[in-house]
């Protein structure tokens, strides 16, 4: 009956409307379902939007983050729906679910494979974008914070409260918080203070019956899973309770950037043995791309050395000078500022106003592929040169690959503490994006990629070759979004993600959604087959 329901009927009623039976159509009984449910009318019209609303392609468009998936022939959802009310998730969960409909859950939009909102079987879209509150109670230094919120609107809120407190997440502002404290979230505070996730108290979750569950009511279990086991996966959490790290009045930031004239290739292997051992006051990372070289019409490579300081300057300088001099580290690399405004100058914008924090289209959309890896043993001087020169290819032109050292808080923590376990002995973590503007050449430039990622093999993790579920990567493996998924095949990419926390993950999914009605190329399957 199981399989009848979820696989065999909603494929024949998909047959039948196409072939123009007189069965009722399942979108169209989908939306009546969903119109009753909610029944205001006026609030119809600012909640569903079907393909023929003048206003659909602009909503759907609104946070599609990475412009490969918004093509003419990317598929697009049946509808979109922006619930307002509590209520309306509900219907949709319920509406979706009896009507042979994936349901697709998006907070920012900046799903780097598109999972959040789009599917090769019929799906609609529930886009969290008016779940957006952010509410900071400064003096118990905690935060309930939205889904469709951003990490520049909760840094925001934050700030317009309190100068000394601050919260460990990324530094891209446009990245929606839901995605982001459900994969787990490293930031610049991350070596200080560990995770986003490691911070999240509490959480109020709808189920795929459509159940309201806070903490208390979904067990630990599951609040284990969702603080880092991937979005998608066991429900539509609407809102997650924060708790917020002290940081001081002021830090320092700091860029001093070398090139292969300038031994970059040596400062960046010495970096390797140092960055993980520094003071957990100091984050540091690495970006790597191709720039113009000093010699007319000539390319070179780039290394950016960055860092941001819980202190002053004249505190760092003596430190960095001890523990790293290769750096040649000045005063004049360095910028005193707020914790909010760093985050703002590791994100690439200009530290005033703040306000730009709560603009969600101040940074450019491209088309883009991006890969992790995690490193445990330094690479030897070859093995660099060799990663540094194909980023002289011409492929290389748009792509990046940022590096932020681990260690600190993130070694005392143990890695079944949360889904996400690249904790202790990880050196650093390295992200590789490439870009590209015309989508023709999209075969191009994913093949450079992979060709940059193969090479890394000899000097990443493991058994497994680890990766960070929020920068998916459907090169790793991929669901069967329309039929069963095994735990073995599920495995190949769930086991890089999450490593021996994979096995609890679908033991959890298999509890609380054991139909897997939340469902996507990479979210954790239930042990069960139809």
């Known amino acids: 009956m199981k399989f009848l329901q979820f696989y065999v009927l909603p494929f024949l009623i998909v047959i039948l409307s196409l072939i123009g039976a007189t069965l009722a159509h399942p979108y169209g009984d989908f939306l009546h379902c969903l119109s009753l449910r909610i029944s205001n009318s006026s609030t119809i019209s600012k909640v569903i939007y079907t393909q023929n609303n003048p206003s659909y392609s602009s909503v759907l468009n609104a946070s599609i983050q990475n412009t490969r998936f918004s093509t003419p022939t990317t598929p697009k959802p049946y509808a979109i729906i922006t619930p307002r009310k509590t209520s309306h998730v509900q219907s949709t969960i319920y509406c979706s679910k009896n009507h042979g409909f994936q349901l697709r859950i998006r907070s920012g939009g900046h799903d780097v494979e598109g999972v959040s909102y789009v599917s090769q079987v019929p799906f609609v879209i529930l886009d969290l974008v008016n779940f957006r509150a952010v509410k900071v109670d400064a003096k118990n230094e905690v935060v309930w914070v939205q889904s469709g919120a951003t990490t520049g609107e909760l840094y925001y809120g934050i700030a317009s409260k309190t100068q000394t407190l601050g919260f460990p997440a990324g530094i891209c502002h446009t990245i929606g918080i839901g995605g982001h404290l459900s994969g787990g979230g490293f930031g610049i505070l991350g070596r200080k203070y560990g995770l986003a996730a490691d911070h999240i108290i509490d959480a109020k979750l709808i189920d795929a019956y459509g159940g309201i569950l806070n903490r208390k009511f979904m067990g630990e279990d599951l609040f284990w899973a969702i603080r880092g086991g991937g979005g998608n996966t066991f429900g539509v959490v609407l809102a997650w309770k924060i708790k917020l790290v002290p940081v001081p009045p002021v830090v320092t930031v700091f860029t001093v950037n070398k090139n292969l004239e300038q031994n970059a290739t040596k400062i960046f292997h010495r970096w390797q043995y140092i960055a993980h051992k520094l003071p957990n006051d100091l984050f540091t990372a690495v970006w790597i791309m191709k720039v113009n070289s000093s010699q007319v019409g000539k390319k070179t ?8 300081f819980l202190g002053g300057v004249d505190e760092l300088i003596p430190l960095i000078q001890q523990e790293f001099p290769e750096l040649g580290l000045a005063k004049e690399n360095c910028t005193q500022m707020s914790w909010v405004q760093s985050i703002l100058y590791f994100g ?7 306000e730009i924090l709560l603009n969600r289209n101040a940074l450019p959309r491209s088309s883009l592929k991006a890969k992790t890896d995690f490193v ?33 808080k993130m070694d005392g923590i143990q890695e079944n503490e949360l889904p996400y376990p690249h904790r202790a002995g990880i050196l650093f973590e390295s992200t590789y994006i490439v870009q590209w503007t015309n989508e023709e050449d999209a075969g191009t430039y994913i093949n450079w990629i992979r060709r940059l990622y193969s090479y890394m093999a000899s000097y990443v993790s493991k058994s497994p070759r680890e990766a960070y579920h929020n920068y998916k990567d459907l090169d790793l493996g991929t669901n069967n979004v329309n039929g069963y998924t095994s735990y073995e095949q599920a495995s190949v990419w769930g086991l890089k993600y999450f490593k021996n926390n994979f096995k609890r993950l679908v033991q959890i999914k298999t509890m609380i959604d054991p139909m897997n009605f939340f469902r996507n190329e990479q979210s954790v399957p239930p042990l069960w087959s139809p």
């Open 348 to 354: 690439g914008l200009p530290i005033q106003p703040v």
């Open 301 to 308: 490579v780039q290394a950016g050395f960055r860092g941001m």
């Open 376 to 408: 445990k043993e330094p690479m030897p001087e070859t093995g660099i040169e060799g990663f540094m020169n194909m980023f002289l290819e011409e492929e290389a032109d748009f792509a990046i690959t940022m590096i932020e050292a681990f260690g600190g």
